[in-house]
């Protein structure tokens, strides 16, 4: 496995998010530990493949690794390891890390001894997201000193380094990542691989308790490590000047992927400017940054999203009183909105030094091009418990949803995804639902996102008898960031056997009297099972039971079983496309004749199609 | 020196596979380099749209009208991403359309074949190349996105020369499929080198 060798000054492409694992396994990481969410995926991802690798080869991964139940348990379980004293990494989406707030603000009170690497993984553009978050705000909310990156290779020796300076401050750090970084490969050279601590020690100390009278004496000790972390900061090597062009009084200063912009763009209009390009943005090193304002009559700050460096610049430029001219989002120069590209860059830069370059309008197409967002794939269990549950009551019902797949039950012609906030909102949302209306309440979550934070609200439903039907699509994965296993799984992130949590046994003990299993590729039972949910006055639970059909298929594969694909007897089929406008798996399309077909090469077999067509129009292969 | 390369088509079909392999040859050629993925909700189906930016570069992603090539694997996926081209461009697009289900149910159209070919040419230069046909004949349809890597050897849009693809390639798949996918390059190769 090329990621593992311990081959120093060795070079090779790696994603932005291989390359923070590669980093914290040279630091000789001990824990990592994570709930799964793109764009952050693959950091976990890598430690779960090597953990595989070397215990099917009988040999010690070297560390601990765990797909959490959430990320506040991600973060509590790398918190205790990184107390004992060994070295941890926790990853997450932007997100997660609002789920694992609570842990982050107190546990940055008590610190830790081993190193502790929060990685946060925001996505300007909402490339995957339900918004766009500024992470940076956290590490000044909690007071955690933060590294941002540029390039994969900066993102590995950053990690590793970030190890270091969590031990020389006895803090947890924030390595803030962003979606151009994490899924961006780029060439990487290896250090040395440190060998890991197996055992920490837990030294008890009244410290690690923060009842108030401690809490108040633990402030003062995080805003101390702050100051010494200024320090570090100041000598930090990626906090560097770059200077471009002959000696000028302009200025930039910039972090993460928008220092690649804004050194090309500078390049390429052969701008003469001196850049600050900070990868150590908490604390800033406010001594570097004065000595580089004092050198400036002119500064244009870049960043994505929130003005956070440029209101430290400001305040900076305030204290030490001096008139330097700013150009930025406060000025109207930047948004705060989306992430940046070169294009937005040098688009502005023209503005900002009156440069005249004819700027040719992108090529459009004349055409208008259909759509092709994402959908549920065909085959998905998903769409069949969706139709099943519109079958029951088409109209009057209001679906509350939720994070994963199943939020693409939105698109035509299902339009079953009404109202969405984060992991584990449906349930609670459709309480709120229940209280404030009379309509009928239908929501769908996942098995991994019950198990993330669907359980709290259904106990909430239960106490206070809310009359909602509450569905957990349980395909036993946690499909939508790349099938990562959970606890309702017999096997854990590392391969090994795990104890398999049943979600029905968990719904049942939270005091649901009414539920109801079904197999949701029998549409018509599913449908009863429905009906006799909502005419249930009080709290109902559907769980219904169908694997993954993607993994399912994978598993076929590999026993080499044929996959049945389904095909529509054009004799039978009178058109009505109920196939396609009702159903609407995406393998079936009609021709320009009209005549409805579907696509072998999509088709996954699952059978649904069959049973919803009206004229038996539709017929499997083999029989 | 820089190379700016655009590889587009939908979820499922190898675009991602096909830009780390180009990624990894141009490291292999000593080159800098910088490939952009799209994730996530992407591989349901949807549009995908990768970036290989190689050479004294930093950004990782291409600016518009400064694609070298854009590689497709479908041929409106070309077209929806015709911001990066100019009338340079090589644009290699393979002619099966894949159709969105925004079209089954009715809510969008497919424009006709002819049309957005003609609009293609309009922003570059075109090869229009049956990839379905050529991965299916040399053995295996999942050779689609070697043929045409193979097509971008071809079209000499590349910083670095096309052997030193092939092999990257075929260092990068299992062993069982490395005869289909070189004969799948050097017929795609064929298919643009006439």
């Known amino acids: ?623 | 020196m820089k190379n700016n390369i655009v590889l587009t088509g939908v979820g499922g079909q190898g675009v991602i596979t096909a830009a780390n392999i180009l990624g990894k040859a141009a490291l292999k050629a000593g080159l800098n380099v910088y490939v952009s993925e799209v994730h996530g909700m992407a591989q349901r189906g949807g549009s995908v749209n990768c970036t290989v930016r190689i050479g004294d570069v930093y950004g990782p992603l291409v600016a518009n009208g400064t694609a070298d090539a854009i590689v497709s694997t479908e041929p409106i996926e070309a077209l929806r991403y015709i911001n990066y081209s100019n009338n340079k461009t090589k644009i290699i697009t393979d002619i099966n359309p894949v159709i969105p289900f925004t079209v089954s149910v009715g809510s969008d159209k497919y424009p006709s074949l002819d049309k957005v070919f003609s609009e293609l040419r309009k922003n570059g230069e075109l090869y229009k190349i049956d990839a379905n046909k050529i991965a299916t004949d040399v053995g295996n349809i999942i050779t689609k996105n070697t043929v045409l890597l193979g097509a971008l050897a071809a079209s000499d849009a590349l910083l670095f020369k096309s052997d030193l693809l092939l092999s990257t390639i075929l260092e990068n798949v299992p062993s069982k499929f490395k005869e289909i996918n070189r004969k799948a390059f050097q017929e795609g190769f064929k298919a643009i080198k006439k």
């Open chain 1, 1 to 623: 496995m090329e990621i593992i060798e311990n081959k120093p000054g060795k070079n090779i492409l790696l994603l932005g998010n291989e390359a923070i694992t590669r980093g914290a396994i040279e630091a000789g990481v001990s824990v990592a530990t994570t709930y799964p969410g793109t764009p952050s995926s693959e950091i976990a991802d890598t430690f779960s493949k090597i953990a595989k690798y070397k215990i099917k080869k009988n040999k010690d991964p070297g560390f601990y690794f765990e797909y959490s139940t959430n990320e506040k348990v991600a973060l509590e379980i790398a918190a205790a390891a990184a107390i004992t004293g060994l070295r941890s990494l926790t990853c997450m989406k932007h997100v997660g890390l609002n789920v694992a707030s609570d842990t982050f603000m107190t546990y940055l009170y008590i610190g830790c001894r081993g190193g502790h690497v929060i990685v946060s993984a925001d996505d300007p553009s909402c490339h995957s997201s339900q918004n766009e978050q500024d992470n940076r705000y956290f590490a000044i909310f909690g007071g955690a000193p933060m590294f941002e990156p540029t390039t994969p290779q900066e993102a590995k020796e950053m990690t590793r380094m970030a190890f270091e300076i969590s031990e020389e401050l006895n803090s947890p750090v924030l390595l803030r990542t962003t979606t151009r970084l994490n899924h961006v490969r780029g060439p990487i050279k290896f250090n040395k691989i440190e060998k890991s601590k197996e055992k920490g020690k837990f030294e008890k100390n009244p410290m690690w308790v923060p009842m108030p009278e401690i809490a108040r004496a633990r402030h003062p000790k995080l805003i101390e490590m702050l100051e010494k972390a200024e320090k570090i900061s100041e000598t930090y090597p990626y906090n560097e000047i770059i200077n471009i062009g002959k000696q000028s009084e302009w200025g930039i200063i910039t972090s993460g992927v928008s220092y690649n912009y804004v050194r090309e763009i500078s390049e390429e209009l052969n701008l003469n400017v001196k850049i600050l390009k900070l990868g150590m943005t908490h604390p800033i090193p406010k001594k570097i940054c004065k000595k580089f304002i004092r050198s400036c009559k002119n500064i244009i700050i870049v960043e994505e999203l929130e003005p956070i460096l440029e209101n430290q610049i400001k305040q900076i430029i305030y204290d030490i009183g001096e008139n330097v001219k700013i150009f930025g989002k406060t000025t109207g120069h930047f948004s705060r909105l989306y992430e940046y590209n070169l294009d937005i860059v040098e688009d502005v830069f023209l503005k900002i030094f009156k440069i005249n370059k004819e700027i040719k309008k992108p090529n459009k197409s004349k055409l208008e091009l259909p759509k092709r967002p994402p959908a549920l794939c065909p085959g998905c269990p998903h769409r069949a418990t969706y139709y099943a549950a519109k079958k029951a009551q088409p109209k009057g019902v209001i679906y509350p949803t939720d994070i994963g797949c199943y939020t693409l039950g939105k698109a035509k012609p299902l339009e079953m995804a009404d109202l969405l906030l984060c992991m584990g909102s449906n349930a609670g949302t459709a309480c709120g639902l229940a209280v404030a209306t009379d309509e009928k309440i239908i929501s769908f979550m996942g098995d991994s996102t019950f198990f993330h934070s669907g359980i709290p609200p259904l106990i909430d439903a239960v106490h206070h008898n809310h009359n909602v039907v509450i569905t957990i699509l349980d395909n036993r994965t946690t499909a939508m960031t790349g099938h990562q296993p959970h606890p309702g799984n017999d096997f854990d992130g590392m391969g090994r056997p795990a104890k398999k949590i049943l979600v029905e046994k968990v719904v049942k003990g939270c005091g649901v009297e009414n539920i109801e299993i079904i197999n949701p590729n029998n549409i018509e039972k599913s449908s009863e099972a429905y009906k006799r949910a909502l005419n249930y006055s009080g709290t109902s639970v559907v769980i219904s039971k169908s694997p993954c059909i993607i993994l399912e298929n994978r598993y076929k594969r590999k026993r080499n079983e044929s996959i049945r694909v389904y095909q529509i007897d054009q004799e039978k089929c009178k058109k009505c496309k109920t196939c396609i406008g009702k159903f609407g798996c995406p393998a079936i399309y009609f021709e320009e004749d009209e005549s409805i077909h579907i696509d072998m090469n999509q088709c996954n077999g699952c059978g649904n199609c069959a049973t919803v067509c009206p004229f038996n129009a539709i017929f499997n292969k083999e029989n």
